[in-house]
């Protein structure tokens, strides 16, 4: 499996102060890398660092082994890189078809391409297909993480960076959330996955990555992890 998206000692700082320090780790295609950490710890600083949403102080970001450090962050969309955020997603004024819409904007001038992707996303989430009227501001929370995703699913990325998907949805949502991402990953995509939901985070992940106020305390296969050693690194332990 090829190495899609790579970080190496990626530092960020906010006013002197060193909230992510020397992050390096790999993500292949068809794989889930779970990035795990208790809040604070720089999960969401670091997904948008690797979004280019925030400036690096010092490390390298790179997307099959071309280096995008500096890349506009429309412009890692159209290289192939999809983020996700942790609040948000839609546009909630717009409704469910205008906001796919935008998703897909990079394939505006792609008719095959952009209808192709329409039809994946309401495959994959009919529900989408059933509201394509209504505002996405008229959703249900859970809802509208749905469209967020399918929103990103639009531009037909290689990498998906998702934080915190889960938030905000029901059991019943959060289990098809994760067969969804079961499924992306088994047709080749490569998912950088930041969550609280430890359990989901584990049942997904292939590797997992610890974060410990900024930088990497645990970096190996998630079936490697135990939980003692888990609780151990969080500071959940006795």
């Known amino acids: 499996m090829s190495v899609v998206l790579e970080l190496e000692g990626v530092c960020v700082s906010f006013g002197g102060r060193h909230v992510v320090q020397e992050v390096s780790l790999q993500v292949h295609a068809g794989r ?3 990035l795990l950490g208790l809040n604070g710890a720089g999960k969401t600083v670091t997904a948008r660092a690797v979004a280019g949403l925030i400036p690096l102080r010092r490390g390298a970001v790179r997307l099959h082994g071309s280096e995008i450090t500096t890349t506009a962050a429309e ?30 904007y990079i394939l505006r001038r792609q008719t095959a391409g952009y209808a192709q ?53 029901a059991p019943d949502a959060v289990a098809g959330l994760a067969e969804t991402i079961r499924d992306l990953s088994r047709e080749g995509l490569a998912i950088l996955l ?7 985070a584990r049942s997904l992940a292939d590797e997992v990555v610890v974060l410990d106020r ?9 079936a490697a992890l135990d939980d003692a050693r888990l609780a151990s690194l969080l500071g959940l332990g006795p």
């Open 32 to 34: 889930v890398v779970a």
């Open 75 to 104: 412009a890692r969309v159209g290289l192939g890189l999809r983020h996700l955020p942790q609040v948000g997603g839609v546009v909630p004024d717009l409704t469910v078809a205008e906001n796919l819409r935008l998703g897909g």
């Open 117 to 169: 992707a329409l039809a994946g996303v309401l495959g994959r989430f009919p529900l989408l297909a059933e509201r394509g009227d209504i505002r996405a501001g008229c959703l249900s929370a859970g809802q509208q993480r749905i469209l967020a995703l399918g929103r990103a699913l639009m531009a037909k990325p290689q990498v998906l960076i998702a934080d915190e998907p889960s938030a905000g949805l």
């Open 194 to 200: 930041v969550e609280q939901n430890i359990s989901l």
């Open 214 to 222: 900024g930088a990497v305390v645990y970096r190996d296969s998630a």
